[in-house]
């Protein structure tokens, strides 16, 4: 730990902020702490009041600018970590505690926030001489406790100064050892490349959920064969070391017990698997506690990326948290519900075509994502090194994924410019390779009436961003006709293919 970095004042005592708390105490921090819910603070101060280790290191408010106050003479300078909700909250917190800012102050800022945002803040603090650095934090609560995957963005000189601080608490890299941070670049580079993740995130969420009911309601497996599926997937080949099939291994293998967890949720004397106690209704996305997901097709939208993998992700998430409304539709339109797959193909061919078209669809939302950070560093001038995005993602996030990372990052390294990764050979190779079993997925799970959006939707992309004979040819031709659009031709150098421009030609179709 740099001796210029000796305290540090956490703003939110939440899941991730009080994980933080506690983990920056283990540093060798004098670590104050605030939140606007008084028992937050509590909570976290009496946890690391009974922990030996770090006993005495961490110091609650209740007062915001007591709080700000206690960093004075610690440091060389007073050091934050926001870890609040995005928006409004944010901006409030920063009115209130501005009065005690100094020059050369910096704030970290934890939390998942529009980059715009960041980029708003970054101007308001730097006419006052203050840091203020945007900060994806990835993993959860667990890894803001054991590391996270970092990924701040913003002014060079003052990362400098706590890149060694950042890099003590990141995750590392088991393979190498290096710590899974690096500066993104300036602005709100580090938001906006946590929000890609997160987008990535969603596509990969709902493939493997889609690969579980394809198993349970398909295949009619038992929870947890499908865990011993996923163990032997994340042991070997293109799906190992995988976080999420990881933890799906073990959410799957996980039984109800008499005493239930610590807290004596999932306690039944029936035994049972505790994943039939969870309802199909992810609400994050609903009741605007999470943003990064929706800014991520906004940004895929407005800067001309396809992101469809991760679109239909989102978009079945959003189905899902309105239930009420699901229900009432359910009665309405009287859809059938997954019905065991038939045919001929054994059951461990089937799953070998499942898996395939999991990493296929898996390496798609990387493909997506990784597209939409270079189109952005370029418009926005970032000069983002796509191979650090894969570096920092090799511990201690969601999304961490060996196979996958070791495929992409050398020639992203190579290439920061790279705004379509499938002209990389290996990766249009992998992507060609695992086609058929997605294929073969998607048909058999269409006829059976498997709920598969993420992964047609992968099926679909890989069809269009490889085709040379789109039914856009029909399209053009009724725009034209409508409104007279105009078209290029077929064969005609300069228009075939030709850059991104509006055709010369028209057919008056129709005399007004």
């Known amino acids: 730990m740099p001796s210029s970095i000796k305290s540090i004042g956490v703003v939110g005592a939440g899941n991730m902020g009080s994980m933080m708390t506690l983990r920056f105490a283990e540093l060798g921090l004098a670590v104050s702490v605030w939140d606007i819910e008084k028992k937050n603070v509590d909570q976290v101060v009496e946890h690391a009041t009974n922990d030996k280790g770090i006993k005495g290191r961490v110091q609650g408010f209740y007062n915001i600018n007591d709080f700000a106050k206690s960093l004075e003479g ?8 926001f870890s609040i909700t995005h928006g409004k909250p944010a901006d409030e917190v920063l009115r209130m505690i501005k009065p005690d800012l100094k020059k050369g102050d910096i704030i970290l800022d934890g939390g998942n926030e529009n980059y715009r945002n960041t980029e708003r803040r970054q101007k308001e603090c730097a006419a006052i001489g203050v840091s203020w650095i945007g ?20 002014d060079a000189k003052a990362l400098q100064l706590v ?32 929000m890609v993740h997160n987008g990535i995130e969603g596509g990969m969420l ?13 295949l009619g497996m038992e929870h947890s064969k499908i865990g011993d599926v996923f163990q032997t997937w994340n042991e070997a080949g293109e799906l190992r070391s995988n976080f999420l099939i990881h933890i799906g291994e073990k959410i799957l293998h996980t039984w109800r017990t008499p005493e239930g967890d610590h807290k004596g949720e999932g306690a ?11 309802l199909d209704k992810v609400v994050q996305d609903d009741d605007n506690t999470e943003g990064t997901p929706l800014w991520c097709l906004m940004e895929s939208a407005s800067r001309h990326v396809s992101c469809p993998t991760l679109a239909a992700a989102h978009y079945m998430r959003i189905s899902s948290g309105n239930r009420q409304e699901r229900v009432r539709a359910a009665k309405k339109l009287e859809m059938p ?27 798609a939302s990387f493909c997506q994502g990784l597209e939409l950070i270079s189109r952005a560093s ?14 920092i993602w090799r511990a201690g996030c969601i999304i961490q994924s060996d196979h996958i990372a070791d495929l992409l990052q050398p020639p992203l390294a190579a290439n920061n410019e790279l705004t379509n990764a499938k002209f990389v050979d290996s990766v249009a190779h992998e992507l060609h390779k695992s086609f058929q079993g997605l294929k073969e997925i998607v048909m058999e799970g269409t006829m059976s009436d498997q709920y598969i959006p993420a992964l047609s939707a992968t099926l679909e992309y890989l069809k269009y961003e490889g085709g040379l004979g789109l039914p856009t040819k029909f399209m053009e031709a009724q725009m034209d006709y409508f409104g007279a659009h105009n078209y290029n031709k077929p064969g005609i150098p300069g228009e075939d293919p030709g850059p991104v421009h509006k055709g010369p030609h028209h057919y008056e179709w129709l005399p007004a």
């Open 74 to 81: 610690k440091s060389d300078r007073k050091l934050f970590m």
């Open 135 to 154: 900060m994806g934090v990835s993993g959860g609560y667990q890894s803001a406790r054991r590391g996270p995957s970092l990924s701040p963005g913003g």
């Open 163 to 194: 890149m060694p601080f950042l890099e003590s608490y990141a995750a590392k890299d088991p393979k190498s050892g290096t710590p899974c941070v690096k500066r993104m670049g300036p602005g709100g580079s580090g938001h906006f490349i946590k």
């Open 206 to 218: 709902s493939v493997l959920a889609e690969a579980w009911q394809y198993m349970h309601d398909g």
């Open 268 to 278: 039944s004397r029936d035994g049972g698997y505790v994943l039939d106690d969870v």
């Open 337 to 363: 519900m997954p019905k065991p797959i038939e045919g001929t193909r054994d059951y461990k061919e089937i799953i070998e075509s499942l898996r395939q078209a999991v990493y296929c669809s898996f390496l």
């Open 378 to 391: 370029i418009d926005e001038g970032w000069n983002v090194n796509l191979g650090d995005c894969l570096q």
